[in-house]
């Protein structure tokens, strides 16, 4: 079945293209966002060839196609059938109705980590080129340091590139963030990425100063300065801008609408952004930053281990949920604050120990003679190195259930040694091997050998507690 007839059936098994609200895709899934979700078939969806997992999110139906795949099938779909990659903003009502009595269903708390997921997940190709450029910057410089390369010519100017081109994504993080930001909650997305201009001006550390908010001594601890409160900011200012405007649009007439609503929107959410959300906000992310450096700053090796373990051990379970979206925030206050990411090499453990157990999986069905689970896992096994733990997650462990279980358990191993290293991240992105060009140049060698640690637990863990029996049984 090519990426267009797999298009064509999964749009039938969800209802069709009138019950489809919006698509769009991350780098594994398919996302459908449907009008009646009862009308889905998916036990036909979940036995279809191509098919790797379905994840049901509210009105949202998940897909698990796989790396690369899940792009191709999504774009046939939405060529053939002229579908939305946004949600509709008109239609009849009974169809509204229906959309808005589904999204009751969900909890606050997964409406919350939903938007921030739909806020994140475009950015994520930018975030993952911008970290390279960033990290092979790094290494040039540390190179040339060390006498190892030129610090002139062509190395000068290719660090001094990469570098440019890292910092175009990195130095501007808030704007993106406001833009997305804004699309998500209905506000004009030009006012959203000021909003997250606004946040990194200079200007803010004047302002600081006449209102006696800056720390002359140690500025990071003003209760007001450049970028202070972070993303977290800027998304709470964008939710703020999206109602102030609309607010303000009913409120205007007509004909001043295009000049009055902005400014005048813009005017009092950023008086709000500067004097009280970023001030607010800065509490919450200092106090998130002094929590996670107890961890990961710990003199007690005891700490750091069993942090990294835990922490480890439960991402997979985070992953089944859709809660680890909810974590990009964190990160990027790590980056911001701290000069790198420690949490995202830590949590990238757990598909690591994942590999382990599908390797011990193979093993057993090979020796079993469970041909169908052979192919799974060797269809999926590469993605796996890669970091794209889903294929494995839907295809493999999560149905044995089990397995699940081990490769967790085999993943904290590594967590606590890439947490008793220290290991720091230049960004985020997949995980496994594909993030080595990701980790700061000193800590390259633990995160792989973090990523090697897991493997052999999870493959250890597994091989002692699934039966070669469970194995011939699936």
């Keep these: 079945m090519n990426n267009l007839e797999l298009a064509s059936r999964l749009i039938d098994l969800v209802g069709g293209k009138d019950n489809v609200v919006k698509i769009t895709n991350c780098m594994t899934r398919m996302r459908v ?107 040039i410089q540390t190179l040339q340091g060390q006498g190892i390369l030129e610090a002139t010519g062509f190395w000068l100017t290719t660090r001094l590139l990469f570098a440019l081109i890292g910092g175009a994504f990195l130095g501007y993080f808030a704007i993106y963030t406001g833009i997305n930001a804004a699309k998500q909650f209905g506000a004009t997305e030009g006012l959203g990425g000021m909003i997250g201009g606004i946040s990194i001006g200079a200007n803010i550390v004047e302002i600081s100063k006449i209102f006696g908010l800056f720390n002359e001594e140690t500025p990071l601890r003003s209760v007001l300065t450049t970028g202070k409160g972070g993303i977290i900011g800027v998304i709470l200012a964008v939710w703020v801008l999206a109602k102030v405007e609309k607010w303000v649009r009913k409120n205007v007439p007509d ?104 390797i011990a999986i193979y093993l057993k069905a090979k020796r079993t003679g469970n041909k169908r689970m052979q192919k799974v896992i060797a269809g999926a096994l590469p993605a796996g190195f890669l970091g794209i733990g889903e294929p494995l997650i839907y295809g493999v462990t999560l149905p044995m259930f089990t397995p699940f279980i081990t490769a967790g358990l085999g993943a904290g191993f590594g967590g606590a040694y890439v947490m008793l290293m220290k290991v720091m991240a230049n960004a985020w992105g997949p995980s496994g091997l594909v993030a080595l060009p990701l980790m700061q140049s000193q800590s390259i060698i633990h995160y792989f050998i973090g990523l090697v640690v897991s493997y052999v637990a999870g493959f250890i863990i597994t091989t002692f507690v699934i039966k070669d029996k469970t194995v011939a049984e699936v």
């Design 255 to 358: 004909v001043l609408d295009l000049v009055v609503t902005p400014f005048v929107t813009m005017l009092i959410v950023s008086i709000l952004l500067v004097f009280v959300i970023m001030p607010a906000t800065g509490f919450v992310s200092d106090a998130l930053v002094r929590g996670l450096s107890v961890i990961i700053d710990s003199p007690i090796p005891a700490v750091s281990i069993l942090s990294g373990y835990l922490l480890s051990a439960l991402f997979l379970p985070m992953v089944l949920l859709g809660l680890h979206h909810g974590l990009i925030p964190i990160y990027a206050i790590q980056l911001s604050e701290m000069g790198g990411v420690s949490l995202f090499p830590v949590l990238a453990m757990a598909g690591a120990g994942q590999v382990g157990a599908a």
């Design 33 to 139: 966002t449907l009008k009646d979700s009862s009308k889905a078939q998916l036990d036909d969806l979940k036995g279809l060839e191509g098919v790797l997992g379905l994840v049901e999110d509210g009105p949202t139906l998940q897909v698990v196609l796989g790396p690369g795949k899940a792009k191709k099938v999504t774009d046939e779909a939405v060529e053939k059938f002229d579908l939305p990659r946004v949600a509709l903003e008109t239609g009849e009502w009974e169809d509204n109705k229906a959309a808005m009595k589904t999204l009751q269903k969900q909890s606050p708390f997964k409406a919350a980590i939903r938007t921030i997921a739909e806020i994140f997940i475009p950015l994520i190709p930018a975030i993952i080129a911008a970290g390279l450029f960033n990290g092979f910057a790094s290494l």
